[in-house]
């Protein structure tokens, strides 16, 4: 792997000379489905400032770069968006260089934060996505690893705009009234259906999948007949997925990210990651089901020109006491287990006693119905964040 490293790092300034005249490059940071991140110091300066060089891989579309360099050019640098120091490009090689931060793991920290810094993040993040949303520029994939937290300089950046989108903001003209069916099929369970004994939410409401009455008979009836290609982004990770991007609702908003921002929170309130598994968009939709109970997905689905049907009825659950039930079940899990190398082992009770404020804001970020859905603006003014 350290051969393979040196290796692309050394074809990396073959191809890009000019990188290798003005960067050290030291090894690889981080690495995603669309790149490679490594860590780099100046060599014509002996201030040791580091930086992150994160290189596109070569089969990007031309598009993608270009709007990833413009959100990057237009958003960073301001309110904990990330800043972009310089791009390099020759002909099928680019990069982005900004500046580096460290930061943790939030498999580390999820467990342990106090209310105070909770508080701390989740402004931070809100904060930074109100500036993304004042592009109408859609982030597309907020998760944790995109949001880097250096916990004891109490820093924060909003990284990786490589699925970022332009929205328009006119009246969303609501999609044809196409009905989707999404029945239960009895019997088609699969194996990853159900989460394993770490995750949290139990797919209680059985498989379901998205198809017409008819799918199956020997005619196609004339409504699916004459519908067109049902076309909507689903660009993002699973777990982090919307409702309205599970559903397949074309005309999705800055609201994506507001959810997005939601499940962080719910994994801290609760101390789980992941929370939701969401093997695919059927199962993620019974996961949130499972939470929100199934009338209240009804009314959402069917705002958006969708069905969804049931095999049986969802009560749906109290998101506090979920949380607290996990918070509590994670730490004598952690206490138990002999290897949790744990700094805070004996350390006093961190203070995970969350005001009622906090579920209040959590529940307004992860509202199904993203026209009711708070947004950056109105979360960073909540009470529980306000103070
Ligand atoms: P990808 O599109 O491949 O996910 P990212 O921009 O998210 O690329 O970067 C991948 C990883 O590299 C991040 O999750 C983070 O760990 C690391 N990284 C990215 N930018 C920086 C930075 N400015 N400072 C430190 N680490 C970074
Ligand atoms: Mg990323």
Known sequence: DEENEKDKISYLIRKLPVLGNLFHIHGKIGKGTFSSVFLATLKTSTNQRKFAIKHLVPTCHPRRIERELQCLQDIGGTDYVVELDLCLRSAECIVFVMPYMKHDRFAEYVHDMTVDETRNYMKALL??????????????????????????????????????????????????????????????????????????????????????????????????????????????????????????????????????????????????????????????????????????????AKKLGRKLTFSENIPGIDIKLLCQKLQKRNSLHREEDPNTSCSNKNQEKIDTAYPSAAYDLLIRLLDPDHCTRITAEEAINHTFLAD
């Open 127 to 300: 904060v930074a996505l109100r500036r993304v949303h004042k592009f109408n520029i859609i982030h597309r994939d907020v998760k944790p690893s995109n949001f880097l937290y250096n916990r004891a300089m109490k820093q924060y950046r909003l990284v990786d705009f490589g699925l970022a989108q332009q929205y328009t903001t006119e009246s969303n003209t609501s999609s044809q009234a196409e009905t989707c069916v999404i029945e239960s099929q009895p019997g088609k369970r699969k194996r990853n259906d159900v989460n394993d004994e770490t995750g949290p939410v139990k797919n209680t409401g059985k498989p379901i999948d998205v198809q017409c009455i008819c799918y199956g008979k020997p005619r196609i009836c004339s409504i699916c007949l004459s519908k067109s290609a049902q076309t909507a982004p689903r660009a993002g990770t699973p777990g982090f997925r919307a409702p309205e991007v599970l559903l397949k609702f074309p005309s999705q908003t800055s609201a994506i990210d507001i959810w997005a921002s939601g499940v962080i929170m719910l994994c801290i309130l609760s101390g789980t990651h992941p929370f939701f598994r969401s093997p695919d968009d059927c199962t993620a939709l019974a996961e949130i089901t499972t939470i929100f109970g199934s009338t209240k997905m009804q009314q959402c």
